[in-house]
């Protein structure tokens, strides 16, 4: 029923390929990307690790085991309250990624 199409941030075009589907969160929302979009035109502006980063393929996961491990440490070696705020971050990263599975990589899993 809600056939709308996924549309790139940066040059305004239908997505049609999961494989050319970028997600990345900005500061509290998460936006969809060509591959090639995200790469030349959103990626060189900010590299800090809150504001744009990918959130599927191989360095969106691999930036999300870093961030969960960082959280397994600190609650394992500290007792300072950076473990909380290291742990709502944690949680922001995992809402972003449910987020852009159920709104944008969802629907071409059941397009197929
Ligand atoms: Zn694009």
Redesign the pocket.
């Known amino acids: 029923m809600s056939k709308k199409p996924i549309i790139?941030?940066?040059?305004?075009?239908v997505?049609n390929d999961p494989d050319d589907l970028i997600t990345a969160s900005t500061l509290f929302s998460v936006k969809p990307?060509?591959e090639?979009?995200?790469g030349h035109?959103v990626r060189g502006t900010k590299s800090i690790i809150l504001a744009n980063h990918p959130l599927n393929g191989t360095s969106g996961t691999v930036s999300y085991l870093l961030i969960f491990l960082l959280t397994l440490l600190l609650f394992i070696y500290t007792e300072s309250f950076i473990k909380y705020i290291v742990l709502a971050f944690l949680m922001l990263e995992t809402g972003f990624r449910i987020y852009a599975y159920i709104v944008y990589i969802r629907k071409f899993n059941k397009a197929t």
């Open positions: 790139c941030e940066v040059c305004q075009k997505i990307y060509h090639y979009c995200y035109d």
